[in-house]
Structures are given as structure tokens and as C-alpha cells.
């Protein structure tokens, strides 16, 4: 099964629920883009933590069994991972075979021309660079993760994004009072967070490890989070902990003056 082929069988799943692609994004918290780039089969646009979290929440949004669901995606992303070492195995040990035939030929010619031996160092640089190209893209095929600069920049991104409601209107921002909510996240893993301010704001957020964030409001904060356990809050400088374990997605969890009223995972 190809990560195509197992994007449309979530697509169907879906279908046959009778579920839009928005519903299961409500019921998830879950970005439409990435809900989108899932059915397609298109997983690289995320760390694979984020990818299993997601996929776990999706089947669980069209009653699939999420842990079945998970053994099919790794059976997918293997059989990809396996053609692409393959094909890197096939190309590397061609070029090898034509630099060694070219040696010959040019070792074979009656004199060393001043011609013949500048073809052959061009050629050995050639197959140099060729094996460590292919080696560099073998490596990078056994990666489960976006490398951290491409994946940084999506969370810049994502950050300097103004978040907009579903018409495309800016939201409006919110003045800090004496009297204001300060609720702030310290990462220590990458995180996906969705929150509502007031339940009138809403932002969407990845962030990578080691990073800080401050979100102001008046009554209340509603949160979503995947890999609750990688990040902790405080509320006007209290420390309020992790809001779950480690690759457990926390939704709804509803933040007050008081501090946390409810977790649902």
C-alpha cells in the first residue's frame, strides 16, 4: 500500500461517515490543511510525531481503530522507504560501474594525452560527487522526521501568521489589562496547539522545542493540544504543569482565573 492509497482509504472512511472534511476538523482541531494533506498522502509537511498524533485523531473522528490505523500507515511509509533505498542502491552502484568502465577505456589508450588525463580527473570528481549525493539522499530517506530548519521555518510561519476567521476577516486584537488572563507555554518537544481566547479568538500554532508564548485574554482559554507533554503553562505566572503525557492529544481543555477545569483526552 502506497501513503496515497492509505490517504484515500481515511478518505473513504470518512465518506462512508457521511463526515465533511470540516466536521472531522472540528471534531479533531485539526488544521484543514493538514487533514487535507493527510488524505492525500502527503506526510512530509510535519514532523512524524505530529503525523501519527494526527492520524491517530482522524481515525478516531471516523471510527477507525487508531492503532490499526497507525500499523498501516508504518507499513505504508515503509514500503516507500524501501523502493527509495533501493532505487539509491540501483543509481549509486551504476555510476560506480560507468566511472570504472570510462578508467578502462582511457587506461587503455596507447599514451597519456594531456586531454585524456583531464577527462579522467573530471570523471573521478564526477563519481565522487555522484556517491555522496546518492548517500546524502539515502540518509535522508531514513529520516521520520522534516529536517529542523525546514520545519523551523513552518513554525515561523505559522507564528507570524495573523489569524484570520473562516471568512478570511483579521480577528481582532486584545488590549492587556491589570485585570487580563496572561497564559504562557514553554515547549520542551515540538507541540501542535489550537486555543481559543474568550471564545472568540482562535489561533493554530506548531512550535518547536524550546520555545515561549504569551496569549492574553479576559474570562478564559480553550485548548487543544498534541503531545501534551511536551510543553507546560502558567497562568499569570503560576505554574499550572503539562496538560497530559507524552503523545497523548489533550482537547478542550478549558483554562479560568481558577486555573484548569477540565482535560478530555
Known amino acids: 500500500m502506497s501513503l496515497e492509497s492509505f490517504g484515500e482509504q481515511l478518505r473513504r472512511a470518512r465518506e462512508a461517515k457521511q463526515m465533511s472534511l470540516g ?7 485539526i488544521s484543514l490543511k493538514f487533514l487535507q494533506a493527510i488524505e492525500a498522502g502527503k506526510f512530509s509537511i510535519l514532523p512524524q510525531a ?11 473522528a471516523v471510527d477507525l481503530d487508531p492503532e490499526k490505523t497507525i500499523q498501516q500507515y508504518d507499513m505504508a511509509n515503509q514500503e516507500i522507504r524501501a523502493t527509495a533505498e533501493e532505487w539509491v542502491s540501483r543509481s549509486r552502484n551504476a555510476a560506480l560501474r560507468q566511472t570504472k568502465e570510462r ?4 587506461a587503455s589508450l596507447p599514451v597519456f594525452s594531456q586531454r585524456s588525463v583531464t577527462i579522467f580527473a573530471v570523471l573521478v570528481v564526477a563519481a565522487v560527487a555522484v556517491v555522496y549525493l546518492l548517500n546524502v539522499g539515502s540518509d535522508s530517506s531514513q529520516q521520520d522526521d522534516v529536517s529542523e530548519i525546514a520545519f523551523d521555518k513552518v513554525i515561523r510561519e505559522s507564528e507570524a501568521a495573523t489569524v484570520r476567521t473562516e471568512s478570511g476577516r483579521a480577528l481582532p486584537t486584545f488590549e492587556a489589562r491589570d485585570d487580563s488572563l496572561r497564559l504562557e507555554i514553554t515547549t520542551i518537544d ?22 515561549k508564548r504569551t496569549w492574553v485574554g479576559k474570562e478564559q482559554f480553550q485548548i487543544s493540544i498534541g503531545n501534551a507533554g511536551a510543553a507546560s503553562f502558567k497562568l499569570n505566572g503560576v505554574e499550572l504543569g503539562m496538560l497530559g503525557n507524552r ?4 482537547r478542550n481543555v478549558l483554562i479560568t482565573r ?3 477545569q477540565k482535560t478530555q483526552q
Open 247 to 250: 503523545g497523548v492529544v489533550a
Open 190 to 211: 515540538s507541540v501542535w496547539l489550537a486555543i481559543t481566547i474568550d471564545n472568540t479568538r482562535r489561533g493554530e500554532y506548531l512550535f518547536a522545542p524550546q520555545r
Open 23 to 29: 466536521e472531522v476538523a472540528d471534531a479533531t482541531r
Open 103 to 106: 578508467t578502462r577505456e582511457i
Open 50 to 60: 505530529y503525523i501519527r498524533a494526527f492520524i491517530r485523531e482522524y481515525a478516531r
Open 258 to 260: 481558577s486555573g484548569v
